[in-house]
């Protein structure tokens, strides 16, 4: 079945590091990957997302590449800040032709933690 | 602040006891979805109703259950609670059924602790 593996927290960075956090995933259909944050005592807020094979999704200065041929959706920051410490999430949801499920597959998350 | 509201915030009772979970989804979306975040089985999709119909089953135990009403809102009910079931449990909604255009809002969720 569909599943998504994320590289093993906690990361701790200096501010203005540059970050990555891998995640692959497996996937039957055409999935949509996504990346979620969650900060302390909150739910889990989308951070960008992408739909088909080589589209980049960013927002606030985060990158992922969706790429088919590895699997891989890792999430990237060039300069990372104190208020970005939260846990983040990769997800997939199951996608097809047609497709009207629309749960989302997690990995496990990966605490980030940014030092001043 | 993501539309979706949960309540209650916190949720502390025994062994065997029953609760319910509120959820009210954004306005509009017609789906909702139920997970179940523990720190040894990461976040875990319980159940998805759209407009009022179950759509989608997870790992959700049989003690468990949950519907959708007329008004959207969705209740998940959680029957002769054990300690392993102490986790947050959240609340997500979409405009429709979900999949690549339409990602999930969630709510803050509900902290349960069985003791």
Avoid at chain 1, 80 to 89: C, G, H, T
Avoid at chain 1, 97 to 112: A, C, I, P
Avoid at chain 2, 98 to 106: D, E, T
């Amino acid at each position: 079945g569909d599943s998504v593996t994320q590289m093993e927290g906690p990361v701790t960075l200096s501010e203005e590091a540059f970050l990555t956090i891998n995640c692959t995933y497996t996937a039957t259909g055409y999935p949509s990957l996504f990346w979620y944050v969650q900060y302390p005592g909150e739910g889990l807020q989308l951070l960008l997302k992408a739909t088909k094979a080589d589209d980049k999704g960013s927002n606030k200065g985060f990158e992922a590449t969706y790429r088919k041929e590895t699997t891989s959706f890792h999430l990237e920051k060039g300069s990372v800040q104190v208020s970005d410490s939260a846990v983040y999430f990769c997800a997939l949801s199951e996608g097809g032709r047609g497709s009207t499920l629309g749960r989302l597959y997690f990995g496990r998350g990966t605490q980030l933690t940014v030092w001043p | 602040d993501s539309g979706v509201t949960q309540t209650p915030k916190h949720l502390i009772t025994a062994t065997g006891q029953r609760v319910t979970l509120r959820c009210s989804p954004r306005s509009g979306d017609l789906s909702v979805y139920w997970y179940q975040q523990s720190l040894d089985q990461g976040l875990q999709f319980l159940i998805q109703y759209y407009n009022g119909e179950e759509r989608a089953k997870g790992n959700i135990l049989e003690r468990f259950s949950a519907q959708q009403f007329p008004d959207l809102h969705s209740e998940l009910n959680l029957s002769s609670l054990e300690l392993g079931d102490s986790a947050l449990y959240f609340c997500a909604s979409s405009p429709r059924t979900g999949g690549r255009n339409s990602p999930l809002h969630f709510g803050n969720g509900t902290r349960l602790t069985v003791t």
